[in-house]
């Protein structure tokens, strides 16, 4: 993995400092740079998750040596649920056909238009 790996994945567990601790001296070895491998691993709650225990576990890990985290959710579980603020469903598009997004939007925000040249105008 030294010689050749732009990524590696570990389980978050017990091992991860030792296995972490193996990567380093196989990467002294080699003559490469620990820090030029992406350290990712895959994690997961037991009971009921919060916002705050993935804060918490994704600093320990980043402690440890982890650039990215990987949750992975039990059937039941629902992360965002348990946010205190919870993104919005998306609205529904009031965008009339065939009108480019821009245009849409401002029209949303009371803005007056101007026809595009070679274009005709159409009701507000």
Avoid: W
Avoid at 3 to 9: P, T
């Amino acid at each position: 993995m030294a010689k050749y790996a732009d990524a590696c994945n570990l389980f978050d567990g017990d091992e991860l400092p030792r296995k972490l601790e193996v990567l380093k001296e196989h990467c002294e070895r080699e003559g490469r740079d620990y820090a030029e491998i992406e350290k990712t691993s895959l994690t997961f709650f037991t009971g009921t998750p919060s916002v705050g225990a993935a804060v918490d576990t994704v600093g320990r890990l980043a402690e440890r040596g982890i650039d990215q985290v990987i949750f992975s959710q039990g059937t039941g579980q629902d992360l965002a649920a348990s946010s205190p603020r919870r993104r919005p469903r998306p609205r529904r598009s009031s965008r009339r056909a065939g009108e480019p997004l821009p245009r849409a939007a401002a029209r949303r925000a009371g803005a007056r238009l101007r026809p595009r040249a070679g274009t005709r105008a159409s009701p507000g």
